[in-house]
């Protein structure tokens, strides 16, 4: 009996620690260091760089909010015109990508692209998030990371290279239209500059190997010397290499598609600002409308508030004031044009996002597709 139980005894110990050590075990594993001083004070200094800029632009964006009820004076039809024109350049958006990844499947590129949109239009400077829940979204879909990253590289060049060169369209309406504000025409001719050289540093870093690597390599020599703590970088310049051969290789074998998409893309969004204008009753220059685009889509990609909230919205406006239209009719096509193009994409991150977790759950990324 006492040898009995003796295990017995024992056994009743190791049940009643086993759960308890099974459970601290990964509570353990799963604690994440604390964060480094240089992180927080980065993002503290986000914040408070979003939170300044905010507070600069809040008259404006109260004046903004306050118009909200004047949109049922909106003229119904071309306010269905200016949503349509969105869903329009969100579907060149969807096609462009889906060319990028070199993939034949649609669902996991739409709601990895409005989830991550989502993301980027909610953060302070949410365009590294935002790329990064799209980039894993797409692995856990099975699309080849490299791909990913390569399609993702080329989208965004695409994208910020059609965006530059829209004043260049506008450039013989400057010069041998009618009179243009000085402020325009200002705005425009800085653009056409911003396109050349980003054209041309483009051109360079395509074309040949010896530039990229010598900035990559500078590039990781600096984080070395910055963040001496870390383990050190090694092999930046040759995946430089790697990813800009893989965007090559997209934009050279289809490059009428892409240019054809990025074309659609812009100038459905332009035609839901114009639309939004004529839902209020204003019939401005287009070519103005055009340049007053473009400038305030530039200023937008300067992250200083969360998807250039109230900074689009006060530079949209006073740009299309400058193009000749109403303070009032500026104010409240440009809240449309937002209605359409921000917050309505931000309840669609949402439904994607959630129809991407019932589809593929918590799952970790599947193998990649060649």
Same mark, same amino acid.
């Given at each position: ?195 050349? /050289?980003? $054209? %041309?540093?483009? !051109?360079? +870093? #395509?074309?040949?190997? @010896? ?5 990559? =390599? ?127 994409? /931000?309840? $669609? %991150?949402?439904? !994607?996002? +959630? #129809?991407?977790?019932? @589809? ?5 990324? =599947?193998?990649?597709?060649?």
């Amino acid at each position: 009996m006492s040898d009995a139980a003796g295990p017995s005894s024992s056994d009743d110990d190791v049940a009643e620690q086993t759960p308890t050590e099974g459970v601290a075990a990964p509570i353990d594993a799963q604690q994440s260091p604390p964060l480094a001083w240089k992180t927080v004070v980065k993002r503290v200094v986000i914040v408070a760089i979003s939170g300044a800029a905010i507070y600069l632009v809040l008259p404006r964006i109260t004046e903004v909010l306050a118009s909200w009820p004047r949109l049922s004076t909106l003229n119904p039809e071309w306010l269905i015109a200016a949503v349509a024109a969105e869903i329009a350049h969100f579907g060149c958006d969807f096609s462009l990508q889906r060319l990028a990844l070199r993939t034949r499947g649609w669902f996991a590129v739409i709601t990895a692209q409005l989830a991550g949109n989502a993301i980027t239009n909610i953060l302070p400077a949410g365009a590294a998030a935002g790329a990064a829940v799209q980039f894993r979204m797409l692995a856990t879909s099975g699309i080849d990371p490299d791909t990913a990253v390569g399609g993702l590289t080329a989208f965004s060049l695409l994208g910020v290279g059609g965006l530059l060169s829209l004043p260049i369209f506008v450039l013989p309406a400057i010069l041998f239209g009618s009179p243009v504000r000085s402020g325009l025409a200002f705005a425009a001719f800085i653009g056409i500059g911003g396109f050349f /050289l980003f $054209a %041309g540093f483009g !051109a360079i +870093l #395509l074309a040949g190997d @010896r530039p990229l690597a010598w900035f990559g =390599g500078g590039v990781q020599r600096v984080c070395n010397r910055v963040m001496r703590r870390r383990t050190p970088m090694e092999g930046l310049d040759r995946r430089l290499l790697r990813q800009r051969n893989v965007v090559r290789s997209v934009l050279g074998k289809k490059w009428r598609d892409a240019v054809l998409l990025s074309t659609g893309r812009l100038a459905f969004d332009y035609f839901c600002l114009l639309a939004a204008l004529r839902a209020t009753g204003s019939h401005p220059r287009p070519s103005l409308v055009l340049l007053s685009y473009a400038v305030a889509g530039v200023i937008g990609l300067v992250p200083i508030t969360p998807g250039g909230l109230g900074i689009v919205e006060a530079s949209l406006t006073a740009l299309l004031v400058l193009a000749g239209v109403n303070g009032g009719d500026a104010l409240l096509a440009t809240l449309t044009y937002r209605l359409a193009s921000y917050w309505l994409p /931000l309840l $669609a %991150g949402l439904v !994607a996002y +959630l #129809l991407f977790r019932h @589809r593929y759950g918590t799952s970790t990324p =599947g193998p990649a597709i060649s």
